[in-house]
Structures are given as structure tokens and as C-alpha cells.
């Protein structure tokens, strides 16, 4: 094995985000710039000598190629074996399942998400490690520390290998296993879930569509909705991976899956509704005319997982990221559980997942997920749903209602406002934060501010401290909002407004979302100054 050690010098920027390095995929291709990421992952965890890894990606544009550069670099490190999904994909879920089903190292995760892709648009790379989760903070902290250091990479001169031939190759002493993408993933969910009840409801005429917005999720749906529980073909759509996802941003809200949402807020439209995003771990939920939103999604989630056989024992608590509705909270009160609340991003809920003290874990961005992997994961929670309705046999709409009847109703929205000029983004945090202090007592659009602070968080399982997790503003009538920066985007800055209230009356329970928000909406706009930003209104709201 003839190793080539490159020179080279550190590159400005490689810091890890939300979710990984996310980059145009013009800087990702420029010299040095993945190797040098890819060889600081292998410094900061101490090498790769000996260990085995999962690499995979949701197949937009540089996945193949990434792919090849990052096995040459393994192997050139030392790995002893690495497995890869054929063609080079593997949804987030499905490679942390692999990554923990195998015992490995960790792995490599080339995705941006819900990020558009191709060549002028984005491409993403984390590291997940052993227990199948995103690296924690230590360690995106340590990657980003050696990319600042390094003045060299290891790589192999080999051809390419042959990414769709399933079985093992060699790439000078480190095996390549390729295997298909969605097998050892389609037994896990068969694991967890009643395929035999859903089975029985998709026969009894019940409709359902799934979108997988020209991602990842196509194959696997194909797989486990159409052949193995009977779905007729076509139920899923768009279920083919291209580089460039169609063209689309592969995000599963109301405002980019549209095709599915016009097909189902109609009184002809399937019983069910879903889709997800680029790598596979969003989801969102729809019923006939009825949108579920992510929030509440969790909350319908935790109150009934124990109808799924993987969860018949009932759950041990649930988590949910700061800005997500408090919808799940009073859920975990009724159950006795315990309830946690996280900075933004499925990192934070590893430990709790690894500890049993967490079972269900949600995020108000689309992501539910469990103890069954370490990462969110879109297909679980519309299996989860399926065999929930499949046992109550009843509508989504009827179900959530009921919920809100039980448990009231979290009003939610979030409002983004993209690529804005980072000054811009960072003056009107600024702004908020320094009125922390004073708020309390003051009152905007008629409502009065009972408590202000910047989230901070210590890990109840191993101590570690993270702080300017996002602004939160509580109003004394039990609404919120919140103020955070993207950390995910590509482009300038993104801002996210949370905002929520609490609704018991039965009577109020079916208004509009926004009109139901509008005075903490005005109140959170007078107090961050959001009309010096010079934007007509959001970029999107969900
Ligand atoms: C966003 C979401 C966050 C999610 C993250 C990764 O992060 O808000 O909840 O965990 O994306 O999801 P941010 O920092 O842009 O708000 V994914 O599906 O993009 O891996
Ligand atoms: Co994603």
C-alpha cells in the first residue's frame, strides 16, 4: 500500500454546525477541502488505525465522489473496514442503525439535509460516532481544533471502486463491504411496529401518499410501504434520488412539499399524508384537509406509542429542544415521565437516549425519532403513526383534535427569515439580549413579559455546559417566544422566531395558527425591532 502524504494548511470556517460542516458544494470541492476535514475527524477521535466505519449519503451532487475520497482516506489512516450503502447512500437513520448494529467506530454522513443540492447548492459532512449519534459537542469542538492545526493528509493513489457492486472490495489493506441500503433498516422497523395491523388498514381502503421529495427516503419507501405492507404502487412519490433533488428544496413543510399538501387539503385527497427531507430523518404529517404540526406531532406520539409493539411497555420519558412546543410536556406529566428540554439538534438528546431516560425525542424542525437509533428518523414516525391510526382506526384530524380536547392546544409557528446580512442578524440578537434583564414587567401588543433569559443547558447525564442555546421571551398568559441563529444555513444568517401559546378553551381549539398568534407575533416584533430588517414578512413559515 503506497500512502501518499499530502502537505497542506489549515482552511478558514471548518467549524461544525447544528449538524455537521455544511458548505456550498463549490467550497466543499475545492483542493484541500474535504480531505482536510475528513483528516481532522480521524485526528480529533485518535486515529483511524484498526477501526471500522459507516460512510453513506442522501446522493445529491459530490456524494459519489466524496465518497470515494473519504474510503482512499480511510484506508491511507489505517481502517481496517468500512461499510457502505450500494451507490453511496444511506439515509441519516439507516447509517446509525448500521453504525450501531455493527459495533463500529462511528461513521461518515454526507448530507446537508433539507439544503437544496447540486452544484450550486449545498453538501454537508458529519461525524456520528460509536453509539450511532451525531458527535457531541467535545467532539465537533476537537474536529474543529484540528482544523486548525493540520498541515497534512493521508491519502491512497487507487482507482475508484466500484460503489455499486454489493460484497466486498479491497482499497489497499482496508475492506470495503457494500451493502444494500435499506435491508438491515426495513427489519428494524418490522421490529418495532404492528405490520401486520397496517397491513390490515391500508387493505381496508385506507389511502396514503408519501412524498420523498426526489430524495433519499424513495428507495426505503418503495421498500417497506409498497412491498412489504401492501401500499398500492405509486403511493410513494417522487421516490427516485437525484443529485439536484428535482430541482427542489427536499424540506418537508407546507411550504416546499407542495404537490403533497395540495393533494391532501382536499376532501378527495388520501387518508394520510407524509414526506420527508433529503437525508431521511424529517418527517411531516398530514391527514385529509389536516396538518400536524411537528410539535403536536410529538405530543400525539408519546401519548400513544405504547399501541406499537416496540413500545408496548410504555416509554421512559421524552425530550424535546427548547424551542419546540411545551405540547409534549403535559403529556409527560400525565404519564409520569420525565421530560427534558434541549438545545437545538439531535446531538443534545444522545446521552439521554443512551441512559434510558429518554425514549421518544422531538424537535419542532420536523424530526421525531427514538431509542431505536441516535439520530431522528422520518420513516419511524410515519410508521408510528400508521400503526397508531391502524389500532384506533380513526382520522388524523380526529385524532389530534381529541388530543387538544385532553391536553389543550400549543398554537405554534415558526418564522425564518434567510440570508440576511450577518450584521443584520447578529444587532438584532443583540438587541434582544440586552433587554433580557429589564423585560420582565413590560408589556408589548398588550401582553406582559414575566420571564426573559438566554437558554443555557447542562447535560443531566455527563455535566457538560452549553450556553447561547437560543433568547426566550415568556409572557405571564403562558405564550413564548423565542429568538434563535440558524446554524445550519449556507448563506448569511437565518433567523428563527419561535412563538407559542397555550389554548384550553374547548371552544378555541380550531382557529387559524397565525391569528390565533398574532399578539405574541406583534409583541416579539416590537421587542427584537424585526421591521429594521427591512423584509416584507419571513421567508418561510411553518
Ligand atoms: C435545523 C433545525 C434543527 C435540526 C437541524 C438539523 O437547525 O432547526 O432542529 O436539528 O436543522 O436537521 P438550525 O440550526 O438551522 O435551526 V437536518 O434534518 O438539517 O440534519
Ligand atoms: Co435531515
Not at 482516506?73 to 457502505?84: L, S
Request: with cysteine.
Amino acid at each position: 500500500m503506497d500512502i501518499k502524504v499530502v502537505s497542506t494548511q489549515p482552511i478558514e470556517g471548518q467549524k461544525p454546525g447544528t449538524s455537521g460542516l455544511r458548505k456550498k458544494t463549490r467550497v466543499f470541492m475545492e483542493p484541500h477541502y474535504l480531505e482536510n476535514f475528513v483528516q481532522s475527524v480521524f485526528d480529533a477521535i485518535g486515529g483511524a488505525g484498526g477501526k471500522t466505519f459507516v460512510v453513506g449519503g442522501d446522493g445529491r451532487y459530490f456524494n459519489a465522489e466524496a465518497i470515494q475520497t473519504i474510503l482512499r482516506m480511510a484506508a491511507a489512516n489505517g481502517a481496517a473496514h468500512v461499510i457502505a450503502g450500494r451507490g453511496g447512500l444511506l439515509s441519516t437513520p439507516a447509517a446509525s442503525h448500521l453504525i450501531r448494529k455493527n459495533a463500529t467506530d462511528g461513521g461518515l454522513i454526507l448530507s446537508a439535509s433539507h439544503n437544496p443540492g447540486g452544484i450550486d447548492e449545498d453538501f454537508g459532512l458529519k461525524f456520528n460516532i460509536p453509539n450511532g449519534g451525531p458527535a457531541p459537542e467535545g467532539v465537533t469542538e476537537a474536529i474543529f481544533a484540528a482544523t486548525k492545526n493540520i498541515g497534512q493528509y493521508r491519502t491512497l493513489e487507487t482507482p475508484d471502486i466500484d460503489l455499486d457492486a454489493l460484497g466486498e472490495q479491497k482499497i489497499g489493506d482496508m475492506v470495503v463491504s457494500i451493502v444494500d441500503p435499506v435491508s438491515d433498516y426495513a427489519a428494524l422497523m418490522q421490529e418495532l411496529f404492528d405490520f401486520g395491523a397496517i397491513k390490515d388498514l391500508l387493505a381496508s381502503g385506507f389511502r396514503l401518499r408519501f412524498d420523498a421529495m426526489h430524495a433519499i427516503t424513495g428507495p426505503y419507501a418503495k421498500v417497506i410501504l409498497e412491498e412489504m405492507l401492501g401500499a398500492p404502487a405509486g403511493s410513494a412519490i417522487n421516490a427516485t434520488p437525484s443529485v439536484d433533488f428535482g430541482g427542489g428544496h427536499p424540506d418537508p413543510n407546507p411550504a416546499w412539499a407542495k404537490e403533497l399538501m395540495a393533494e391532501l387539503m382536499s376532501d378527495e385527497g388520501p387518508d394520510f399524508g407524509a414526506a420527508s427531507d433529503g437525508d431521511g430523518d424529517r418527517n411531516m404529517i398530514l391527514g385529509r384537509n389536516f396538518y400536524v404540526s411537528p410539535s403536536d406531532s410529538l405530543a400525539v406520539l408519546t401519548a400513544n406509542a405504547h399501541l406499537a409493539p416496540g413500545y408496548a411497555n410504555g416509554i421512559a420519558g421524552v425530550a424535546r429542544s427548547m424551542p419546540t412546543s411545551c405540547a409534549a410536556d403535559r403529556v409527560a406529566q400525565d404519564l409520569g415521565i420525565e421530560c427534558f428540554e434541549t438545545p437545538t439538534g439531535w446531538k443534545f438528546f444522545g446521552n439521554l437516549l443512551d441512559a434510558g431516560r429518554a425514549t421518544i425525542c422531538g424537535e419542532e424542525s420536523f424530526g421525531t425519532g427514538s431509542n431505536h437509533v441516535r439520530e431522528k428518523d422520518g420513516l419511524w414516525a410515519v410508521l408510528l403513526w400508521l400503526n397508531i391510526l391502524a389500532k384506533k382506526r380513526c382520522s388524523v384530524a380526529d385524532l389530534v383534535q381529541e388530543h387538544w380536547k385532553k391536553y389543550g392546544r400549543n398554537y405554534y409557528s415558526r418564522h425564518d427569515y434567510e440570508a440576511l446580512p450577518k450584521a443584520d442578524a447578529s444587532d438584532l440578537m443583540d438587541r434582544v439580549a440586552g433587554q433580557l434583564d429589564t423585560l420582565p414587567g413590560k408589556s408589548f401588543a398588550g401582553q406582559v413579559v414575566d420571564q426573559a433569559d438566554s437558554f443555557g443547558y447542562e447535560d443531566p447525564i455527563d455535566g457538560s455546559k452549553s450556553s447561547n442555546q437560543g433568547l426566550r421571551i415568556r409572557f405571564n398568559n403562558g405564550a413564548r417566544a423565542v429568538f434563535r441563529l440558524s446554524g445550519t444555513g449556507t448563506e448569511g444568517a437565518t433567523l428563527r422566531l419561535y412563538i407559542e401559546h397555550l389554548e384550553t378553551d374547548p371552544v378555541r381549539l380550531t382557529q387559524d395558527v397565525q391569528s390565533a398568534l398574532s399578539l405574541v407575533i406583534a409583541a416579539a416584533h416590537e421587542i427584537a425591532g424585526i421591521g429594521r430588517l427591512n423584509r416584507s414578512g419571513p421567508d418561510v413559515i411553518t
